[in-house]
């Protein structure tokens, strides 16, 4: 039984988003473990700490009580200032690229000339094929190892911006301009899919759950130890819900990213050399045979184990092989 609880907790089976014939991008069982669970648990956790709160915390006459719904406050508004900050970082201090104008893309042919007018050609072909209105700008931050997306408002038509490492743009063979551009796409499926608006709702019902939780402690009196020990459960509960939403998400990038470019061993190079330079070494589990490693993994875990990304994406390209050769066709290099 255990190994059945862990096979279904693991789930690593073959999903193709290509072949399935509502065109989804998880398959149901994905779409359970990923979003209707992880979703029903947050609610559920969030409801039984109100209702707990109802009935011992004794109203909000208490300054104790007052005060954490003030912090509970705070932890909505502070997400968004962080944002905000991020943005205006950004802005402030990172070579800054709008490929919608000409001069965007002019000074990004001057700053990586030996990228140049194929990236810039190839990156607004890609943001159409994702059916973005307007491309997303980008930011090179030359200190950054990796990739990521940023939003700089929750409010609609904001800002959605893609942050690229300096490192990524250093090689310009054909194989690594391909897999930055996958990189991209997997970067830009997160700001198509809402992913940031999306865990900012959760981040907020989690902040909220946790501080009435913190208050309801606080006025306890002789319950003190149960509700602490409650406090601490739902804590724990909601962090691995969180987990398991957000590795989902990086599941449904990394297969935008895929159907949108083809470019599969591109994209898996980037992976590996993030790998064996040791920067993502240390966080993989040392063994991926056994079901019970992967589970626990999966529990603790932010982002799918990267050996597992690998092999979907390997999978993916031998799967696929007409699909693949087809949405590479469309992306063109000068060498
Ligand atoms: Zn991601």
């Not at 300054?63 to 912090?71: D, E, G, Q």
């Not at 962080?82 to 001057?110: H, V």
């Not at 589970?295 to 799918?304: E, F, N, V």
Request: net charge positive.
């Amino acid at each position: 039984m255990f190994k059945k609880i862990a096979q279904f907790l693991d789930n690593n089976d073959f999903h193709n988003p290509v072949t399935d014939k509502n065109g989804s991008l998880l398959s149901t069982k994905e779409k359970i473990k990923g979003r209707i669970l992880p979703g029903l648990a947050q609610v559920g956790l969030l409801a039984t700490t109100l209702a707990f709160y109802a009935t011992t915390a004794g109203g909000l006459s208490s300054l104790v009580s007052i005060s954490s719904f003030a912090v509970a406050l705070i932890s909505v508004v502070v997400p968004e200032i962080t944002y905000r900050w991020g943005y205006r970082y950004a802005t402030k201090k990172l070579p800054r690229f709008d490929l919608n104008t000409e001069a965007g893309k002019q000074s990004f042919c001057a700053q990586y000339p030996n990228h140049g007018a194929d990236f810039t050609n190839n990156y607004l072909t890609l943001t159409k094929e994702l059916e973005f209105e307007k491309a997303p700008e980008i930011f090179i931050d030359k200190q950054y190892r990796g990739a990521s997306a940023h939003i700089s408002s929750l409010l609609p038509e904001k800002k959605r911006f893609v942050r690229i490492g300096g490192p990524l743009l250093k090689d310009t063979d054909t194989a690594s301009k391909n897999g930055l551009l996958a990189i991209c796409a997997h970067e830009l499926g997160h700001l198509m899919k809402k992913d940031y608006e999306n865990s900012f709702l959760f981040n907020t019902a989690k902040g909220i759950n946790i501080f009435l939780g913190l208050s309801m402690v606080l006025n306890a009196g002789t319950l003190f130890c149960a509700e602490m020990a409650y406090c601490v459960a739902n804590g724990w509960a909601n962090d691995i819900a969180d987990k398991k939403r957000r590795q989902y998400k990086e599941r449904e990038a990394d297969r935008i990213s895929l159907m949108a470019t083809g470019f599969a061993e591109e994209y898996n190079h980037f992976y590996k050399q993030f790998i064996t330079e040791g920067n993502l070494k240390a966080y993989e589990p040392k063994k991926l045979s056994d079901h019970f490693t992967r589970a626990r993994w999966g529990l603790t875990a932010p982002h799918p184990i990267v050996a597992s990304r690998i092999v979907y994406a390997d999978t993916f390209a031998h799967k696929n092989p007409e699909y693949c050769e087809k949405a590479r066709a469309k992306y063109s290099h000068s060498k």
